[in-house]
Antibody, heavy 120, light 110 residues
Framework: EVQLVESGGGLVQPGGSLKLSCAAS????????MHWVRQASGKGLEWVGR??????????AYAASVKGRFTISRDDSKNMAYLQMNSLKTEDTAVYYC???????????WGQGTLVTVSS | QSALTQPRSVSGSPGQSVTISCTGT?????????VSWYQQHPGKAPKLIIY???KRPSGVPDRFSGSKSGNTASLTISGLQPEDEADYYC??????????FGGGTKLTVL
């Protein structure tokens, strides 16, 4: 059974940093791309970014709204993906989901999400 | 404002069919066959129901189908059931390794 478990969310002040983790199991993590998607309360889904597999040189891509502030990384030896968020803004407040992608172009499976609140 | 345009709401009675549209441009929906659809029930994580425009993951009922014409993708749900009441989101590859979601459509089963 595929499982994705996010952690690391919480309350942070504007301008602060936070690192989210995503623990994966039940599938070939090293061969999969991983996406991060966020959802503000009562709002729609917003794609945040993606990291591809070693076969694609761990290439990363980001939404314009987070580029230069957020960094996605992964540790295939631990089946973990990460989202480092710097220079956080109030508009970054959302539930953050990690998703797995066998093709790189879909979010096949989703975690339960972790809430990030940016507020003073 | 989302890059892909979806109707805010649609409704139908049990047994009927409904179609949800997702309109983009030639730079996203119209330019690639990488449109996916997600179903989200309240308080739950989204679930993939259609990928690569028309493909269904295993376990997804064949009542769900996808299509695309030009810059508009569509999700059709036939034989509506009460459990289909949920929010539905389209997503498209948008080039330069980025992706875009639609604003979401709330489906009400009357």
């Amino acid at each position: 059974e595929v499982q994705l478990v996010e952690s690391g969310g919480g309350l942070v002040q504007p301008g602060g940093s936070l690192k989210l983790s995503c623990a994966a199991s039940g599938f070939t993590f090293s061969g999969s791309a991983m996406h991060w998607v966020r959802q503000a309360s009562g709002k729609g889904l917003e794609w945040v970014g993606r990291i591809r597999s070693i076969a694609n040189n761990y290439a990363t891509a980001y939404a314009a709204s987070v580029k230069g502030r957020f960094t996605i990384s992964r540790d295939d030896s631990k089946n973990m993906a990460y989202l480092q968020m710097n220079s956080l803004k109030t508009e970054d407040t959302a539930v953050y989901y990690c998703t797995s992608s066998s093709s790189g172009y879909t979010s096949d499976y989703w975690g339960q999400g972790t809430l990030v609140t940016v507020s003073s | 404002q989302s890059a892909l345009t979806q109707p805010r709401s649609v409704s139908g009675s049990p047994g009927q069919s409904v179609t949800i549209s997702c309109t983009g441009t030639s730079s996203d929906v119209g330019g690639y066959n990488y449109v996916s659809w997600y179903q989200q029930h309240p308080g739950k994580a989204p679930k993939l129901i259609i990928y690569d425009v028309t493909k269904r993951p295993s376990g997804v009922p064949d009542r769900f189908s996808g299509s695309k014409s030009g810059n508009t993708a569509s999700l059709t749900i036939s034989g509506l059931q009460p459990e289909d009441e949920a929010d539905y989101y389209c997503c498209s590859y948008a080039g330069s390794y980025t992706f875009e979601f639609g604003g979401g459509t709330k489906l009400t089963v009357l």
